[in-house]
C-alpha cells in the first residue's frame, strides 16, 4: 500500500511547479519586450533620460547629438561619459536608453 504512491496528486503538484515556473519565466522576460514597446515606465524612464541627458551631457562640449552614434558605438561612449558626468548606474541606463530610442 505504502508503495503505490497517489499519482494524481504527484501530477497536480508537478503541473503547478510548471504553472508556477511558466509564470516566473513569462514575467521576467516581460520588462525586456516592454522596453521594445511602449508603456508608462518606459515613456517615463526614457522622459528622465532625456532631461538627465539634455542637463549633463553638454556641460564639457556641445549636447551629442544621438544619431551621430550607432547603439553599438553609444555602449562604449557612455561607458565613458557616464562617469564624466558623474552618473549612477541608474542614470547611465536611463540617458543609454533615450539615446538609443532617438535613433529609432
Ligand atoms: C566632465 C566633462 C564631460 C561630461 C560631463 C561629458 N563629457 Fe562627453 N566628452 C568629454 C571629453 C573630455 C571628451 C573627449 C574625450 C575623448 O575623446 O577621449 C568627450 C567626448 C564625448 C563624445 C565623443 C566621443 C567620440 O568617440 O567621438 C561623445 C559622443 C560624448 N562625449 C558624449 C557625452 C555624453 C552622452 C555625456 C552625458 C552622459 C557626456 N559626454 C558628458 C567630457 C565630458
Redesign the pocket.
Known amino acids: 500500500m505504502k508503495l503505490k504512491k497517489p499519482k494524481p496528486t504527484n501530477l497536480r503538484f508537478l503541473f503547478l511547479i510548471g504553472a508556477i515556473a511558466a509564470v516566473a519565466f513569462t514575467s521576467s522576460c516581460t520588462p525586456k519586450t516592454a522596453v521594445a514597446g511602449t508603456n508608462m515606465i518606459t515613456a517615463e524612464h526614457l522622459a528622465q533620460g532625456k532631461v538627465i541627458?539634455d542637463n549633463?551631457?553638454g556641460?564639457?562640449?556641445d549636447l551629442?547629438n544621438p544619431t551621430d552614434?550607432n547603439a553599438q558605438d553609444w555602449v562604449g561612449?557612455?561607458n565613458?561619459?557616464?562617469p564624466?558626468?558623474k552618473?549612477n548606474e541608474k542614470q547611465h541606463e536611463m540617458?543609454y536608453n533615450y539615446?538609443v530610442s532617438v535613433k529609432k
Open positions: 541627458f549633463t551631457c556641460k564639457c562640449h551629442p552614434h561612449i557612455m565613458a561619459m557616464a564624466q558626468a552618473l540617458v539615446i
